[in-house]
């Protein structure tokens, strides 16, 4: 079933919303070359408990009964597509594509968004892979308005992708977000427009292209979570949490 919210509800998830973004916003300006995933992820935990919220991956439980996530974001880096664990291993360097995703709970509701940095020197190819994704999520989330259907946001993801020479992953999507970080209905990133569910004002969804500069196909590595291109090219992940409107969709998860 899908959820549509009450205003009350809309505000609260705006300040989750506020939560993700801001603390989001300065995990991302901490990637430099030497630093890695681990303190990001431990500064993020700190700014959490500033913050009064709770970590919304922490603890998430597996989808196939295997350990939970054991940190607050993920780190995915170069082939890694998202649920990349934050370990102190995993230290940046020049080139590298450093995918971050974060949620929060804030008073009952959930914020969820994810963007990519690059560290320069970039390939252009590696460039223009942030930015595409990026833009993805920006066309999808215009088509994130009542009366229109939910293939239509999938379809703007696929062809803006696919028309750069670039291929999204389809076993993973985004979803519906409120009271519970995964609600209904899942979001994919291809689709056909005209298809699915209709959007309604109230509705909130987290939007999430995942892009690969090769193929689309994708594993899971040993460690249970992290998800790998599958010919070991880079791949970049946008998401933000936006709730449906008339008009034009309004994005939640922004620092004011
Ligand atoms: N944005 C991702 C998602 O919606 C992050 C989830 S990480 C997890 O699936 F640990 F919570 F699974
Ligand atoms: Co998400």
Request: with cysteine; hydrophobic share 40%.
């Amino acid at each position: 079933m899908i959820v549509i919210k009450e205003e009350e509800e809309i505000e609260k998830m705006r300040e989750a919303g506020r939560i993700t973004a801001l603390i989001l916003r300065e995990v991302a300006e901490m990637v430099k070359p030497g630093v890695s995933a681990h303190q990001l992820n431990e500064y993020a935990e700190r700014r959490l408990r500033e913050l009064k919220a709770i970590p919304a991956f922490k603890n998430y439980p597996h989808p196939s009964g295997g350990k939970k996530y054991p940190a607050a974001l993920c780190v995915s880096v170069n082939h890694e597509v998202v649920h990349g664990i934050p370990t102190r291993d995993k230290v940046f360097k020049e080139g590298d594509i450093v995918s971050l995703d974060f949620g929060v709970l804030k008073n009952g509701y959930y914020g969820d968004s994810a963007l990519t940095v690059g560290i320069e020197p970039l390939t252009k190819r590696a460039r223009q892979l942030i930015k595409t994704t990026r833009e993805a999520l920006y066309q999808a989330i215009k088509k994130a308005v009542a009366g229109a259907r939910l293939g239509d946001i999938s379809h703007a993801v696929q062809t803006y992708v696919e028309r750069r020479g670039f291929s999204v992953v389809r076993d993973f999507a985004g979803h519906g977000i409120g009271t519970h970080l995964h609600e209904e209905p899942q979001v994919p990133n291809f689709g056909i427009p005209g298809r699915g569910p209709l959007l309604k004002e109230r509705m909130t969804m987290a939007i999430e292209p995942m892009v690969n500069m090769g193929d689309w196909r994708v594993r899971v590595e040993s460690d249970g979570w992290t998800v790998v291109t599958a010919d070991g090219q880079p791949s970049a992940h946008f998401e933000h949490t936006v709730v449906v409107r008339d008009g034009e969709a309004e994005i939640l998860t922004v620092v004011e």
